[in-house]
Antibody, heavy 122, light 108 residues
Framework: EVQLVESGGGLVRPGGSLRLSCVASGFTLSGYAMNWVRQAPGKGLEWLAYISPSRDSIYYSESLKGRITVSRDNARNSLYLQMDSLRVEDTAVYFCARRRAVGVATTYFDNWGQGTLVTVSS | DVQMTQSPSSVSASVGDRVIITCRASQDISDSLAWYQQKPGKAPKLLIY???TLESGVPSRFSGSGSGTDFTLTISSLQPEDSATYFCQQANTFLLFTFGPGTRVDIK
């Protein structure tokens, strides 16, 4: 069974940093591109970052570019999201999601973790 | 960025009703569109990809159609367990990824 488990969320002050982790099981992480998606309380879904299996393609949402860094360690079956200069508006549940590729140029999110809550507040 | 809109923002229908949700993209995305279902406190669940392909295990009362800029998700006979919020997603990797604002489906 495919499982994705996020961790690392919590309360952080504005301007602070946080590193989120996502551990994969039930499949070989090195065979899949991965993504981070977030959802502010009561709001919609916002894609944040994409990383290819070998890290040769990395994409970021323009709105967060420069403040987030996605990385992965396939040997540890883990995906990471480093978030810096956090703002109150970054308060959200952060999900990792596996890419389903249909052809070369499409990305669907076929498996999701349960999410980890990040609260940015003074 | 490709902007995605959805209508209606919410719908209330009875068990057995047909429910149609529409999604519009700000530019042609061919059939690079997915639909997700999300229940409160849970992660989204992939229902349909490539505009009309049903994900494995998803009931056949769900169907998707459309191409280019206009897409629809149809629930042919609404069931109590279909109460959720539904999101569309633009899936063209070169355009990056955007979600629609969501449509909340309630059971009367």
């Amino acid at each position: 069974e495919v499982q994705l488990v996020e961790s690392g969320g919590g309360l952080v002050r504005p301007g602070g940093s946080l590193r989120l982790s996502c551990v994969a099981s039930g499949f070989t992480l090195s065979g899949y591109a991965m993504n981070w998606v977030r959802q502010a309380p009561g709001k919609g879904l916002e894609w944040l970052a994409y990383i290819s299996p070998s890290r040769d393609s990395i994409y970021y949402s323009e709105s967060l570019k420069g403040r987030i860094t996605v990385s992965r360690d396939n040997a540890r079956n883990s995906l990471y999201l480093q978030m810096d200069s956090l703002r109150v508006e970054d308060t959200a549940v952060y999900f990792c999601a596996r890419r389903r590729a249909v052809g070369v140029a499409t990305t669907y999110f076929d498996n999701w973790g349960q999410g980890t809550l990040v609260t940015v507040s003074s | 960025d490709v902007q995605m809109t959805q209508s209606p923002s919410s719908v209330s229908a009875s068990v057995g009703d047909r429910v149609i949700i529409t999604c519009r993209a700000s530019q042609d995305i061919s059939d690079s569109l997915a639909w997700y279902q999300q229940k409160p406190g849970k992660a989204p669940k992939l229902l349909i990809y490539a505009a009309s392909t049903l994900e494995s295990g998803v009931p056949s009362r769900f169907s998707g159609s459309g191409s280019g800029t206009d897409f629809t998700l149809t629930i042919s006979s609404l069931q109590p367990e279909d109460s959720a919020t539904y999101f569309c997603q633009q899936a063209n990797t070169f355009l990056l990824f955007t979600f629609g604002p969501g449509t909340r489906v309630d059971i009367k």
